[in-house]
Structure formats: structure tokens, C-alpha cells
């Protein structure tokens, strides 16, 4: 598991330790898989919330909403500390995972909105599209949401507005 710098109880509810959870209907499922792989052999303990090929190797058709509340509810209910959400845009998906009290989902395409999301926003779940970004990109994305800390300050007061 990675050990993030300064990281406190309120940011890792697991003691430090970063669990991140990732979903995706069945337009994302090659990058999905790409990204765990990418994120666990950077130390990060990773939780695959499908979709996935089945034993045939066929794909395992889902629908994004269905995915966007099953990984949007392990992150409010704790199960995991972030997550990573795609579908054909990052868009439905992520809008699915907002309807979830605690989810902070935020679509980005590019590494600046990433860390400003996390800056500004406290975002728990980064959501991108897998027919916008390529691989190299998308791991730069989250290299980007993941390397950032929540400034709070100014900006709790905001996340609590949203909360409330």
C-alpha cells in the first residue's frame, strides 16, 4: 500500500494508507485495467468495482449509473478512501456517483483541473472519459488529483456549502 506524505485521519480514513476504488462501464474496461495496474506498481492498494470481461473474454456489459452509485457509495460508506470513475466521457458516470451524499466527482480531461478539483474542491472521486483521454494522459491526470492536498481554508467553507 503507498503511505501518503502528511496525510491525516480526515484525508486517509484507514490510517494513512491510500485504497482506491475504480469503476467503469463497458467502454472503459481496457483503460480501467491499465490504471490499476499503473496505480498498484506506484504502491496503492486498488479495488476493481468492474465492469470486466467474463470468462470467455467477452465483455460484461453494465450501465454507467449502476457503476457511478456502486463505487460513489464505497467512497461515502468508507470502503475505500478515493476513486476513479470512467465511462465513454467521465460525464454520466460521474454525474451517477454526485447523487451519492459525501461523493465530490469531478470530470477532467487534462492534470490542472485534476489537482485544482482536489485543491479547491476536496473531490473524492476524479472521473474522466475513455473515448477523451489515452492512457498516458489519463495516468498523468491522476498523478496530478492524487499528488495534490486539499487546501481547506477558504475552500471548507465551500465543500461544506455543497455538502449542505
Same mark, same amino acid.
Not at 491522476?142 to 455538502?163: M, N, Q, S, T, W
Given at each position: 500500500?503507498?503511505?501518503?506524505?502528511?496525510?491525516?485521519?480526515?484525508?486517509?480514513?484507514?490510517?494513512?494508507?491510500?485504497?482506491? =476504488?475504480? !469503476?467503469?462501464?463497458? +467502454? #472503459?474496461?481496457?483503460? *480501467?485495467?491499465?490504471?490499476?495496474?499503473?496505480?498498484? $506498481?506506484?504502491?496503492?492498494?486498488c479495488?476493481?468495482?468492474?465492469?470486466?470481461y467474463?470468462?470467455?473474454?467477452?465483455?460484461?456489459?453494465?450501465?454507467?449509473?449502476?457503476?457511478?452509485?456502486?463505487?460513489?457509495?464505497?467512497?461515502?460508506?468508507?470502503?475505500?478512501?478515493?476513486?476513479?470513475?470512467?465511462?465513454?466521457? =467521465?460525464? !454520466?458516470?460521474?454525474? +451517477? #456517483?454526485?447523487?451519492? *451524499?459525501?461523493?465530490?466527482?469531478?470530470?477532467?480531461? $487534462?492534470?490542472?483541473?485534476?489537482?485544482?478539483?482536489?485543491?479547491?474542491?476536496?473531490?473524492?472521486?476524479?472521473?474522466?472519459?475513455?473515448?477523451?483521454v489515452?492512457?498516458?494522459?489519463?495516468?498523468?491526470?491522476?498523478?496530478?488529483?492524487?499528488?495534490?492536498?486539499?487546501?481547506?481554508?477558504?475552500?471548507?467553507?465551500?465543500?461544506?456549502?455543497?455538502?449542505?
Open positions: 500500500m503507498y503511505k501518503v506524505a502528511d496525510c491525516s485521519l480526515s484525508t486517509c480514513p484507514n490510517g494513512g494508507f491510500m485504497k482506491v =476504488g475504480f !469503476g467503469c462501464d463497458h +467502454a #472503459a474496461i481496457d483503460l *480501467k485495467n491499465e490504471l490499476i495496474k499503473y496505480m498498484t $506498481e506506484k504502491g496503492y492498494e479495488v476493481d468495482y468492474g465492469t470486466n467474463d470468462e470467455n473474454g467477452e465483455i460484461i456489459k453494465c450501465d454507467y449509473p449502476d457503476k457511478g452509485h456502486e463505487v460513489g457509495r464505497a467512497v461515502a460508506n468508507g470502503d475505500v478512501d478515493y476513486a476513479v470513475l470512467m465511462c465513454g466521457t =467521465g460525464i !454520466g458516470i460521474s454525474m +451517477a #456517483a454526485n447523487k451519492i *451524499k459525501g461523493v465530490r466527482a469531478a470530470v477532467c480531461s $487534462e492534470p490542472y483541473s485534476a489537482m485544482m478539483t482536489k485543491k479547491h474542491n476536496d473531490s473524492n472521486i476524479i472521473a474522466f472519459g475513455a473515448r477523451v489515452g492512457d498516458e494522459l489519463a495516468k498523468m491526470i491522476l498523478d496530478a488529483f492524487f499528488d495534490a492536498e486539499f487546501e481547506g481554508g477558504r475552500h471548507k467553507r465551500r465543500v461544506d456549502l455543497i455538502e449542505d
